[in-house]
């Protein structure tokens, strides 16, 4: 079963507090301010209304600590990944994992991230080319029926300088299994 969220989020702080600084509009629609100083788009999305396509952002600054700007970000296709792990159930760590997702060429690398409870984890940076092997010996120190968290993903960070500041746009797509229990 695929389902999709979004979140869009914003963050600024002067030094270590965060301060107003504007609105943000993502394809035209205002993101509005929580309890917790993010920024979340309403309504409800779909998966349809972002993913493979381009989003326009704007940010229009309420103060002269933050440059405006318009830009066009590309946010990821969806992944579709399938793996030879036991059916969602399991994760066995006698054998190499393989990973296989649905590449999306305009993104270069893909990044992965498999965890067991608490320690250890595998990391990597991978290039985006849709299959991947992870071999067993990397799992050697997860214990037997801990639970296991796979992340595969894949997006860009865009950044736009006025000669001051830099504020970065981030887009990113995250397929995420839930916890595999190890044999």
């Not at 493979?52 to 600590?65: P, R």
């Not at 393989?98 to 498999?114: G, L």
């Not at 595969?152 to 995250?174: F, H, L, R, V």
Request: charged share 30%; net charge negative.
């Amino acid at each position: 079963r695929e389902s999709v969220s979004a979140i869009f989020s914003a963050g600024f702080k002067d030094e270590s507090k965060l301060v107003e600084a504007g609105n943000v509009v993502v394809n035209g629609k205002k993101l509005t301010l929580t309890e917790d100083r993010r920024l979340l788009l309403y309504p409800e999305i779909t998966k349809e209304d972002y993913l493979g396509k381009s989003v326009d952002v704007s940010f229009d600054s309420k103060s002269d600590f933050f440059p405006d700007i318009k830009e066009s970000v590309l946010v990821p296709a969806q992944m579709h990944v399938t793996s030879n792990i036991g059916n969602g159930e399991y994760f066995d760590k006698s054998e190499d994992l393989i990973i296989n997702w649905k590449a999306d060429p305009q993104f270069e690398y893909a990044y992965i991230a498999i965890c067991a409870s608490g320690l250890p984890c595998y990391t990597d940076e991978v290039k985006n080319t849709g299959e991947l092997r992870v071999t067993k010996d990397n799992f050697a120190e997860f214990e037997r029926e801990s639970q296991v968290v796979i992340h595969i993903g894949c997006g860009q960070q865009k950044c736009m300088d006025d000669g001051k500041k830099e504020i970065c746009i981030n887009t990113a797509i995250n397929a995420r299994t839930p916890g595999l229990i190890v044999k």
